[in-house]
């Protein structure tokens, strides 16, 4: 009967092209508006890293005043490290992968070249290209060997490579950071992360750093953050050393943990730690270590602004008033047709065929209106793509990311036309089923 | 077998309750062919349509070969009207966008048929009426007779039990009713009970039993003598 009633429902659409054309104008309308708005909005507050959210924790521990949470949000720990408990934790075994990291600004120039340049650089570990899988056009990171003692190596942004050395293959050439020789091992290709979900310190859709070097070059330089660095303790810091020595957080720390067992021996750790600086004195308020994976992180750390979320709503009350004008047209259609409905009642048709058979025509209009709705919305998007230039969007980070959500959202499209269009057909078909056939046969 | 025992059927609004049907008690036996005469508004549709359970009653009892109707569920009731009755309309109730092949073919879609039993039952009524040539002809381009004919197809093509036909030559001139009258006697020699509803006298005096209505109620029954002789004086 399917296959039957299929067929009525495209006699039905031939029938009334204007109705039909109008409903699936109405339904498509709906479901591109709400398309656009949720991509736009998984864009901004998507999961860049989704496909690791299993493994990717960044590693938090409340060392904070204990008469006094931080900041705005006192059921979080501080979403910073200070170096010493960073320090112990990155000892640890545990991890497939760890990192402890900051972002300070070094002076690049080269000898006889381009004037000295600014950069943002982050110090890092060598671990942090293969855990946020960081594409690379030319050579790689530097081995783990390279990060104690620090060894002077560099890792490019292509931009910055772009600038240095026109594009070409720079990987082996050394260049002058704050008056020091770096070879360079590696030049990243296209990597824009939205948003910034490793450090959100700074802006959440800052751009990642242009340079890259082992993080124990910022003790050795005695380089600080330019980026928060928070205090609550009355201490005397005079020196670097006092600096590193103290309770400030300045440092993100990410763990990359391959299973439930690894995390629970992390937390373990963590806990087992915390309480031995309790005994010592410190980590005075409740205990609060936490592991975090980035989805929970960037609801954490509120990435999302309450605009998007608004602007949400506003595409999902645009569909609501759409198949609103949805059912009133099929109200009005299905009605026109009651004579012969009545008709098929006489012949058999018991109420719940009738109801089954406008059911189906009613799911083969939302399958039109989705798939113009998707072409709709694709139209949308290939607009806001062109609003947000594609300049800074480049591999799995920033452009990918919305064409993840394109794949997923096809199927996700065809679902909300399929669920949105199939409700609001639900009365009408039960509706028109409802009538009494007897009027409507004498009325033909 | 078709009995009703003090059927009442009644329509209301807010301010007024009108009988359609007033104890109205009424038995037709298989292979009858009953008409149901009277003035408008004396309730013939009424019966034809609780007859053909398109409309539920209030009062009384009505069973269908042996079946009580009032019991049964909205899906039982369309089976058996799906397998057991036939419905001819005045205005024919063709569906206007199929074909004649596929108008036919509308109740035994909800029979669930297989295709080709399907397609043997179709072509055997369209031969049966005339029309087999016309399969693929929509009903537009059809004259009302032919229109008819088609009805006639889908009504039997279901080999129903019962064939109820409200006025089914009113929109056809006279030459056309009578194939219509023709085409349905020779239905109901094959076995088939027929109710037929009409204003026509003379149409009626070719059924075997005339039921004269007024108000809802049987007000006259008249039997007349075996179709062969009356059909022969009718035709003369």
């Known amino acids: 009967m399917f296959a039957y009633y299929t067929r009525l429902a495209l006699k039905s659409f031939r029938r009334n092209p204007g109705l039909t054309a109008l409903m699936v104008i109405a ?46 949000q006192p059921r979080l720990p501080p979403p910073q490290m200070t170096y010493k408990d960073s320090q112990y934790l990155f000892a640890a075994n545990i991890p497939e992968r760890k990192v402890v990291m900051y ?12 004037t000295p340049e600014r950069v943002s650089t982050r110090l890092t570990s060598a671990d942090f290209f293969s855990m946020f899988e960081v594409p690379f056009l030319y050579g790689s990171g530097w081995s783990a060997a390279a990060d104690s003692p620090p060894q002077p190596v560099i890792v490019l942004s292509r931009e910055e490579n772009d600038k240095l050395f026109g594009g070409m293959n720079s990987v082996g050439r050394t260049l002058r950071w704050n008056d020091r020789e770096f070879r360079i091992v590696g030049v990243l290709d296209d990597w824009f992360p ?51 020595a103290s309770d400030c957080i300045w440092l993100q720390m990410w763990v990359e943990l391959p299973d439930a067992a690894a995390r ?146 096809v199927v996700w499209a065809l679902l909300l036309a399929l669920a949105a269009t199939l409700a609001a057909g639900l009365y009408p078909a039960w509706r028109v089923g409802r009538l009494p056939p007897a009027l409507y046969l004498k009325s033909q | 077998m078709l009995k009703m025992q003090d059927v009442s059927k009644i329509y209301r609004t807010d301010l007024i309750e009108t009988y359609a049907l007033r104890s109205f008690s009424l038995q037709v036996s298989a292979g009858e062919f009953v008409a149901v005469t009277g003035p408008s508004g004396s309730g013939k549709t009424t019966f034809l349509n609780v007859a053909g359970l ?11 070969d042996g079946t009580d109707v009032q019991r049964l569920s909205d899906d039982a009731r369309s089976r058996l009207r799906n397998e057991r009755i036939g419905f001819i309309f005045q205005s024919f109730n063709l569906i206007p ?62 080999d129903p039990a019962f064939l109820l036909a409200d006025e089914p030559t009113g929109n056809l001139d006279s030459l056309m009713a009578r194939q219509v009258m023709d085409l349905l006697e020779q239905i109901n ?31 006259d029954f008249r039997a007349y003598e075996p179709r062969s002789a009356a059909t022969e004086a009718a035709r003369a």
């Open chain 1, 103 to 114: 972002s300070t600004n070094g002076v690049i120039s080269q000898a006889g070249s381009v």
């Open chain 2, 54 to 64: 398109l409309e539920s009653f209030e009062a009384g009892s009505y069973e269908l």
């Open chain 1, 194 to 244: 939205r948003p910034r979900y490793y450090d959100l310190t700074g802006g959440n859709f800052d751009p990642p750093e242009k340079a890259y070097i082992p993080f124990a070059w910022g003790v050795e330089l005695e380089l600080l953050s330019n980026e928060d660095t928070d205090c609550w303790k009355p201490e005397k810091i005079d020196t670097f050393k006092d600096f590193v």
């Open chain 1, 27 to 72: 339904i498509a309308l709906g479901i591109a508006v709400c398309i656009m708005t949720l991509t736009v909005y998984h864009a901004m507050s998507g999961n860049p890293i989704w496909w690791k959210n299993d493994r990717l924790y960044t590693v938090t521990m409340d060392n904070w005043d204990p008469q006094e949470p931080y900041r705005e």
């Open chain 1, 264 to 409: 629970a021996r992390m937390q373990s750790l963590m806990d087992g730690y915390w309480a031995q600086q309790h005994k010592a004195g410190r980590f005075q308020r409740p205990r609060n270590n936490r592991l975090t994976n980035v989805a929970h992180w960037l609801r954490d750390r509120e990435v999302v602004a309450n605009d998007n979320r608004v602007l949400v709503g506003l595409a999902f009350a645009f569909l609501a008033v759409c198949l609103i004008n949805t059912v009133g047209l099929l109200l009005a259609k299905f009605l026109n047709g009651a004579a012969v409905t009545g008709v098929r009642r006489a012949l058999g048709a018991s109420r719940r065929q009738i109801f089954i058979q406008h059911l189906i025509e009613v799911g083969a209009l939302s399958v039109l209106g989705a798939a113009l709705g998707l072409a709709l919305a694709a139209l949308g998007l290939a607009a806001v793509h062109h609003l947000y230039s594609a300049a800074h969007l480049g591999h799995r980070g920033g452009y990918q990311e919305l064409t993840h959500f394109d794949s997923v959202g």
């Open chain 2, 189 to 219: 020699e094959m076995g088939t009970t027929i109710l037929l509803v009409t204003h026509d006298p003379e149409l009626a005096r070719r059924a075997q039993r005339n039921v004269h209505l007024v108000d809802g109620q049987i007000s």
């Open chain 2, 97 to 158: 966008d199929l074909d004649v092949f596929d108008n036919v073919d509308v109740p035994l879609r909800y029979r669930r048929l297989t295709g080709a039993n399907r397609r043997e039952r179709i072509t055997s009524a369209l031969d049966l009426v005339g029309l087999t040539s016309r399969a693929r002809h929509m009903p537009s381009q059809l004259s009302g007779g032919q229109q008819q004919r088609v009805a006639i197809a889908r009504a039997i093509a279901g």
